[in-house]
Structure formats: C-alpha cells, structure tokens
C-alpha cells in the first residue's frame, strides 16, 4: 500500500526535474514542438493521482522519476532533449505496464557500470522490459532501437542464469511518420525477422506519439 507521504515525495520530484529541464532549455534557440509535448505529456502524469501512486509503488522509483543530476545547462538542446527522451522512454514504459496491471510485480532495475541493464523486471517471474526512444522514425531506426533492447534483455538474462525468460521491447519516439509507413506492418515483418536472432519469446510495441500505439500492444 502506497502511502500519501510517499505519492507526495513522488510527485515533487518528478516536478523537480520537469522544472529543472524547462530552465534548461527556455532560453536555448531552435526549440521544436518536441519540447512542448513532452512537457505537456510529463505534466499530465505529475498531475495523475492514481496513476503517480501506482508509480511510487515500484521500487527504486527515484531513480525512475527523478534525475535532475543527468541535466546540466552545459548542454546543447539536443543533448538535453535525448536524455530526457531516453528517460520519458523509461517512464512511458511504466505506465504502459502499470495500465497491464503488472504493476505490482515490477521492478525497475538500476544502471550498472559493466553494461546496461533492462529497466524492468518482473519480481514473480522472468519477464524482462526494455525501453528505447527514437528521434528520427525509420524502419533502420527502429531495427537498431529493437536489437539492441533485445540484446540487453538476453545479457541480463544470461548474466542471472535465466533458463527461461520472455521480453518486451517498448520504443517512443514524437517523430511523425511519414504518410506512406505501415507501422503495424512494419513491426510486424521485423519481429519475425528479429525471431532469427533471439530464441526467447518477446513483445515489439511502438508508440507514436502523433498517431498511437503499434505492435503486439495492437492486438490486446
């Protein structure tokens, strides 16, 4: 059970770091309206009571929601916009598990120095998560985003001597696709593709931003 305490502690600093990223990048030129949607999609869950609660409830959800000390004003508005989107990305995957209703058995798994680590795991089980962003969407793009997920949940897995195990591959990206790209389709063909490569069974979801959500997420 989730205190009141400590959905307040989880709101102010996930407040925190949204203020500290907009003073960062309010008087940088060249902004594009990616700025302004993620500001607006992170104010609308700061602003979520039920869904900041159930995100207070995984562990380590400090480190998931604030982490004011990876945004300096030394850096560029594109060096700022992708470590944010690279945290969104993490963020955006909590709450797609938490609307699964797994939230309960989720753990978010802290960075390590030998080599990057899913960001989730389930407490019950072997089910690891994955999340990427994209800036630019292209089919390569994704493919890139996609394999290196996979190879980072197949190295933890067999770094814990994992028998058994699935995952799931969750990508963001604000970018609009272009009027031509099947998204669905696109996925599709590629986690058979990816299938080749990884013997464990995996989900592949995109979600776009500008036009929804694609991959194996389509079907629930």
């Known amino acids: 059970?989730?205190?009141?305490?400590?959905?307040?502690?989880?709101?102010?600093?996930?407040?925190?770091?949204?203020?500290?990223?907009?003073?960062?990048?309010?008087?940088?030129?060249?902004?594009?309206?990616?700025?302004?949607?993620?500001?607006?999609?992170?104010?609308?869950?700061?602003?979520n009571d039920v869904l900041m609660e159930k995100l207070s409830s995984i562990h380590n959800f400090e480190a998931l929601l604030g982490y004011q000390r990876q945004l300096s004003a030394k850096l560029s508005y594109e060096q700022a916009l992708s470590r944010v989107t690279e945290k969104f990305a993490e963020i955006d995957l909590a709450i797609h598990l938490l609307r699964e209703k797994k939230s309960s058995n989720i753990i978010r798994i802290p960075e390590t120095t030998n080599y990057k680590t899913p960001d989730f795991l389930e407490k019950n089980?072997?089910?690891?998560?994955?999340?990427?962003?994209?800036?630019?969407?292209?089919?390569?793009?994704?493919?890139?985003?996609?394999?290196?997920?996979?190879?980072?949940?197949?190295?933890?897995?067999?770094?814990?001597?994992?028998?058994?195990?699935?995952?799931?591959?969750?990508?963001?990206?604000?970018?609009?696709?272009?009027?031509?790209?099947?998204?669905?389709?696109?996925l599709e063909a590629l986690k058979q593709e990816l299938k080749k490569e990884h013997s464990f069974p995996f989900n592949l979801n995109l979600q776009v931003y500008s036009s929804g959500l694609y991959g194996d997420a389509y079907f629930r």
């Open 125 to 186: 089980g072997k089910e690891l998560y994955e999340s990427k962003s994209l800036k630019a969407l292209s089919e390569r793009a994704i493919w890139k985003k996609a394999s290196e997920a996979l190879d980072q949940i197949e190295d933890y897995a067999k770094a814990q001597s994992y028998d058994y195990f699935g995952g799931t591959v969750y990508i963001v990206t604000f970018d609009t696709p272009k009027y031509d790209m099947d998204l669905q389709l696109i």
């Open 1 to 47: 059970m989730v205190s009141y305490r400590q959905k307040q502690h989880a709101k102010r600093i996930s407040q925190a770091t949204l203020d500290k990223f907009k003073t960062i990048v309010s008087n940088v030129t060249g902004k594009d309206n990616r700025f302004e949607l993620i500001c607006e999609q992170w104010q609308s869950f700061i602003d």
